[in-house]
């Protein structure tokens, strides 16, 4: 039986990589963006646009949109990155990120709460920045710290789920070749959406709420 996938930020880098995994496997993508594209398009899913998920509206459009469709794996993969260094912090950027980054995952999830199938399964998109234990280098504050909020509700969200049978898993995607690290990276974005799909078969009702690395690894808060 097809699965029904949810995946924020599915226009580009590695939303677009999910999308398209997901879409090859057989399953029916519900790909949510702000803004659809052509190579979006091209993949055959079902594409979900004018949707920015800091905006508390159009999360409210997003779940009418999806009314009656349960969803077995909700994606919450949009964010949005900057730099903000010490000597430099733009306070209203750091707001932002918080919005999109940490806010913007919660508010989907809950939006579809109701939606989401009996042993379905959520997964955050974050990054090892915001792990405490892993800094070593500081700075990027408003980054890692909406990314560090973000793990904090994910942890919430995988106890307060667990009564209805819904696993969370907490993934950082790797260090990618994006636009948003400029290019940079170690592994492209097809490599990433293949191993975080492969943490999200293995995610289960006992080792939800696990931070990991999406090569495996289980990362420090």
């Not at 919660?106 to 800094?135: C, F, H, P, Y």
């Amino acid at each position: 039986m097809n699965r029904n996938i949810v995946i924020t930020g599915a226009n580009r880098g590695i939303g677009l990589a999910l999308a398209k995994h997901y879409q090859q496997a057989g399953d029916n993508v519900f790909a949510v963006c702000r803004q659809g594209n052509g190579a979006l398009s091209d993949l055959g899913v079902k594409v979900v646009d004018a949707i920015d998920v800091g905006n508390p509206a159009d999360v409210a459009k997003l779940a009418e949109t999806l009314r009656g469709t349960g969803i077995d794996i909700l994606i919450n993969n949009a964010g949005a990155g900057g730099r903000q260094e010490l000597g430099s912090i733009d306070y209203d950027s750091v707001i932002n990120l918080f919005n999109v980054n940490a806010l913007g995952p919660l508010r989907v999830t809950e939006a579809l709460i109701s939606q989401l199938a009996e042993g379905g399964k959520v997964a955050l998109i974050t990054s090892r920045m915001g792990s405490i234990a892993d800094n070593t280098s500081g700075g990027t504050y408003g980054y890692r710290m909406s990314k560090t909020a973000l793990n904090a509700a994910g942890k919430s969200l995988a106890i307060d789920l667990r009564a209805q049978g819904i696993a969370v898993a907490i993934l950082h995607p790797g260090y990618v070749q994006t636009d948003m690290t400029g290019g940079g990276g170690d592994i492209n974005p097809e490599v990433s959406a293949e191993r975080m799909a492969q943490r999200i078969e293995e995610l289960n009702i006992d080792n939800s709420g696990t931070f990991w690395h999406s090569n495996g690894d289980v990362l420090p808060w």
